[in-house]
């Protein structure tokens, strides 16, 4: 579920406990925004690939979906991003991302553009995280049908955003120290340093499979020439 800035739309009333705190930020805005499979598919595998390559940093949060609310006792005030990367903060799960208490603004933010976001991504969101210090701000359409180019880069130079040009349908990421890749059909990232592409689940997955059926076949033939030398 993606949720918009608020925009003073009458919502779904939501239950605030009264013991837990004196202002209480729930998770969801009480709303059910559905997405079509294709925007979580591409959150999803864009954040499964992140994490692992994180994996080993204590102080990376990746995550996506989250509301992040950026007002101390506005609970009105939030956004919740398809994904963010959050550096300096530690890698543990949240309830909720309160930028005053973990003190560290969202590092990079990716947005999928789909036929209901798109505008508030390049014009709302866009301003808002701006106005937060969101270093990096990336915003993706797979499916082609909604902003001028397939993949949009910002970055943040002196308090704004400066449009990053993208070259063969590539551009750099400073703070992942990675190159994102638009190959037409998706969107990977590509680690000059190791000459490879972060691999997805599936494709860590696959290799296991193949691994281990080499590792089979191997005790089969070990087993059958064993066999045949106890007969010898």
């Not at 947005?111 to 270093?135: F, H, N, P």
């Not at 059909?185 to 000059?192: A, C, E, I, S, V």
Request: overall charge negative; hydrophobic content about 35%.
């Amino acid at each position: 579920m993606s949720i918009d800035v608020f925009t003073g739309l009458e919502k779904t009333p939501i239950y605030y406990p009264p013991e837990k705190a004196d202002v209480y930020y729930p998770e969801t805005d009480g709303t059910e925004m559905g997405q079509n499979s294709i925007h979580f598919w591409f959150i999803n595998t864009l954040a499964q690939m992140l994490e692992l390559f994180f994996a080993w940093r204590k102080d990376v949060f990746v995550t996506g979906d989250i509301m992040l609310y950026y007002e101390e006792g506005e609970p009105k005030r939030f956004v919740a991003p398809d994904l963010m990367i959050c550096f300096g903060v530690k890698n543990t799960p949240r309830r909720v991302y309160e930028l005053w208490k973990e003190k560290v603004a969202p590092s990079i933010i990716f947005e999928i553009a789909s036929e209901s976001t798109w505008q508030k991504d390049i014009s709302v969101k866009y301003a808002l995280y701006e106005r937060l210090g969101v270093s990096e701000y990336y915003v993706y359409d797979p499916e082609r049908s909604y902003l001028p180019n397939p993949l949009m880069a910002y970055h943040l130079k002196n308090g704004e955003y400066e449009a990053v040009e993208t070259k063969n349908n590539r551009v750099y990421s400073p703070l992942l120290n990675l190159e994102l890749v638009d190959d037409g059909l998706t969107l990977k990232f590509f680690d000059h340093e190791k000459i490879e592409f972060l691999p997805t689940i599936q494709e860590l997955a696959a290799k296991e499979r193949i691994a281990q059926n080499k590792i089979e076949q191997l005790e089969k033939e070990i087993a059958e020439l064993k066999k045949q030398n106890d007969g010898n």
